[in-house]
């Protein structure tokens, strides 16, 4: 019995690192909708993560098919404005072709996850040291959720995009979904039209260093 949970454990150890080093971000999807069952179980994934505190700092709206429309209407509103010059982001305005080209993206997949930090504030409200770290710690956390959520879609011949281009628009979007609490982003999700090499990544040594 235990030797059979050791080799049911060993499968599933193998499966989480062939979806950690197999995934990629999907920027082509088919028209095929995406079963709410199946959706379930992405989400579940993302329910389960660890989180600093256990706080679970996360939560999730999806959307589909009109209201998704409605949605991206939105986003596109919120990109012509940045587009124009009334910007809240005069740093990043390099980063607006890249964004309405994920706008585009979002466009194809049948469904558009959006995440919300409900433990945080606009981005565009200043913080003191502690608010900074909470905050700090609850994106981290809501990392972790996204990423199991990504990797679930892997194992479920789902592809997705996660997407932070939600910036340009965040005021238009947090009106939109008449919520307080902060936007930090969203996923696409659908089944993938593409099968993308995998991108570029530093080496190890670049990134590691030992002391011991
Ligand atoms: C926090 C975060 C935000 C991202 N935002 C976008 C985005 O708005 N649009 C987009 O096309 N890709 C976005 N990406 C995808 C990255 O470009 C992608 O992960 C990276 O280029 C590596 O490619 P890979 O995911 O296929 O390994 C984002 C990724 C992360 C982690």
Redesign the pocket.
């Known amino acids: 019995m235990q030797m059979q949970q050791h080799s049911k454990g060993l499968e599933m150890g193998r499966i989480a690192m062939q979806s950690i080093y197999n ?5 082509k999807f088919q028209g095929k909708s995406v079963p709410k069952d199946v959706l379930e179980e992405l989400l579940n994934a993302g329910r389960v993560a660890p989180s600093a505190k256990n706080r679970q700092p996360w939560k999730y709206i999806v959307f589909g098919g009109t209201q998704k429309q409605e949605l991206l209407d939105v986003m596109q509103t919120g990109l012509v404005r940045e587009e124009q010059g009334i910007t809240n982001l005069p740093k990043s305005r390099y980063g607006i072709p ?2 309405k ?2 706008l585009k ?1 979002m466009q194809q997949a049948p469904i558009i996850i959006v995440i919300l930090n409900t433990n945080a504030k606009s981005p565009f409200l200043p913080v003191d040291n502690d608010e900074r770290i909470m905050e700090i710690c609850d994106t981290l956390s809501i ?1 972790a959720a ?1 990423e199991n959520m990504l990797l679930a879609a892997e194992e479920l011949g789902l592809g997705t ?6 910036c340009f628009a965040y005021k238009e979007l947090v009106s939109y979904l008449r919520t307080e609490h902060q936007l930090v ?2 996923v696409a999700v659908g089944y993938p039209d593409e099968t ?1 090499p ?2 570029s ?1 530093k080496q190890l040594e670049e990134i590691v260093e030992y002391r011991w």
């Open positions: 995934r990629r971000s999907i920027r890249d964004a080209n994920t993206i990392g996204v995009l996660w997407i932070a281009n939600t982003g969203a993308p995998q991108r990544r």
